[in-house]
């Protein structure tokens, strides 16, 4: 089977600013995600997470080695992806039903067909009656569910994801993330989801990357045997305290490494 993405010894070096020194984010990471997977990745702070869906995404361009999309080597990686970052960047003089249009509109959707489109899938995820809305009359997950249905909308077989819940309270997190698997369930797009939380990467994940303290590389891979579908119960399983214990290990060992090179 090819893989959807893979990375190739890549290295990503910042240049410097200033009178500082050249900045190793990445050195010689190797990672793959095959179709259909979700995979997480997790890492200290500055271990380079962001960076490497910024250079999948085409944002960046690594310094060495080389991305693969679908077993390729491309011109353009940027048209390939969705992409949702942390903030759920919503314009606050737009509709939520606009704000959801407008990913498709940048693509050349005509207006009409854009906001009917983004009528049908706000109600199909429960959001058809805050379509008239604006992002300052919903709450924080309802921005972030909107904002989501706004890069679902794309239609892109593969969805980058940074820490999309991470500003998010615990409770409305985790009714976040049972809501992001439960869209997950119905077609399986291969989705790469950055997070700082070790129980989020465990409970949506099939396998969970571990990044080392900068210059960041993959250190460890985990295979989630977690049965699916997966809710909210799962968290106290015995099998998910083994897991969460071997992630929790290695990003430790880890952060200590990160906080005494600083």
């Not at 693509?107 to 899938?121: D, S």
């Not at 009656?129 to 794309?154: D, E, I, V």
């Not at 809501?179 to 465990?202: A, G, M, P, Q």
């Not at 571990?210 to 968290?235: Q, V, Y």
């Amino acid at each position: 089977m090819t893989n959807k993405v893979e990375l190739k010894s890549v290295d990503k070096v910042f240049p410097p600013q200033g009178e500082g020194s050249p900045v190793v984010a990445l050195a010689n990471t190797d990672m793959h995600v095959r179709p259909k997977e979700f995979v997480s990745i997790v890492g200290p702070s500055g271990c380079g997470k962001s960076t490497i869906l910024n250079m999948i995404a085409g944002l960046l361009d690594p310094s060495s080695g080389e991305i693969f999309i679908d077993g390729k080597v491309v011109p353009d990686r940027r048209k390939h992806f969705g992409y949702m970052f942390q903030k759920d960047l919503l314009f606050p003089w737009r509709t939520i039903r606009d704000n959801v249009a407008l990913g498709i509109e940048v693509l050349g959707v005509p207006q009409k067909e854009a906001r009917e489109r983004a009528l049908a899938i706000l109600q199909e995820f429960g959001l058809g009656g805050f379509a008239n809305n604006y992002p300052s009359q919903l709450s924080g997950g309802m921005r972030q569910r909107a904002a989501l249905m706004r890069t679902l909308l794309c239609d892109r077989d593969t969805l980058l994801l940074d820490e999309p819940f991470g500003a998010l309270d615990a409770l409305t997190r985790s009714v976040m993330q049972e809501w992001l698997l439960s869209i997950w369930e119905k077609d399986h797009r291969t989705i790469l989801f950055i997070t700082h939380d070790i129980e989020e990467s465990i409970f949506l994940s099939d396998r969970v990357l571990m990044m080392s303290a900068r210059p960041g590389r993959i250190k460890m891979e985990l295979e989630i045997d977690l049965p699916r579908p997966r809710d909210h119960t799962i968290l106290t399983a015995p099998r998910f305290s083994e897991l969460k214990r071997i992630v929790l290990d290695q990003i430790y060992e880890e952060s200590v490494k990160a906080a005494s090179s600083t």
